[in-house]
């Protein structure tokens, strides 16, 4: 069974510092994705960013970039300029290759951006 | 594009009564999950359908839980009787065709089980 795992239970980050949020995952599969999700207090996930394991480099959204080593089952995130918008928590999260499969997540770390 | 609706909000209920909630999804969207998350811990998937069909259950209480799809939109997810351990957030979500890995999720129902 594939696991995630989020070791970082909380985070905190100055405004317009930056931090990055690790996460690391199990699985016997080649082919799969990788995501980072953010919730914040009114509780919608918003999908940050995904990252396909086929691909080498590593995938980018305007502030939100990860670092993606495949041989070593990691998959940070790093949020750049960080913004007081950014307080949430986030969460990594896998899912198999196969065609609608269901994500498994970890269990979240919560950020918190001091002004 | 609207998001995906879930409704209601939130819920309150004694233990062993009965509870429902309602998914929309976004137009056009086959998949649909419906997830609970415990306070403090990421989203565990309940049942997962395609269209009107269920594709994964495996995780569903089916002692307590039921969900349907009818005509492949909406969804209903239903516990009877609820108990304690069920208190939690219920979040629906659905992706596109062609972009399965994406998920679109909706605000989630609180249910407090007292």
């Known amino acids: 069974a594939q696991t995630v795992t989020q070791s970082q239970p909380e985070m905190s980050v100055q405004e317009a510092e930056t931090v990055t949020l690790s996460c690391t995952y199990d699985?016997?599969?080649?082919?799969?994705?990788l995501f980072w999700y953010k919730q914040p207090p009114s509780r919608q996930m918003i999908l940050v960013i995904r990252?396909?394991?086929?691909?080498?480099q590593n995938a980018t959204e305007n502030r939100f970039s990860v670092n993606f080593q495949k041989a070593a089952k990691s998959f940070s995130l790093k949020i750049s300029d960080s913004q007081l918008g950014d307080a949430a928590m986030y969460f990594c999260a896998y899912r198999r290759g196969s065609s609608g499969d269901k994500l498994t997540f970890g269990t979240g770390t919560r950020l918190a951006v001091r002004p | 594009e609207a998001g995906v609706a879930q409704s209601p909000r939130y819920k309150i209920i004694e233990k062993r009564q009965s509870v429902a909630f309602w998914c929309n999804p976004i137009s056009g969207h086959a998949t649909l999950y419906w997830y609970q998350q415990i306070l403090g811990q990421g989203p565990k998937l309940l049942i997962q359908f395609q269209n009107n069909g269920v594709v994964d259950d495996s995780q569903l209480p089916k002692d307590r839980f039921s969900a349907e799809r009818l005509k492949g939109v909406d969804s209903t997810l239903k516990i009877q009787p609820a108990k304690l351990e069920d208190s939690a957030v219920y979040l629906c979500?659905?992706?596109?065709?062609?972009?399965?890995?994406?998920?679109?999720f909706g605000p989630g129902t609180r249910l407090t089980v007292t």
């Open positions: 979500a659905s992706s596109p065709r062609l972009r399965p890995g994406e998920q679109y």
């Open positions: 699985t016997s599969e080649s082919d799969y994705y």
């Open positions: 990252q396909e394991a086929y691909k080498q």
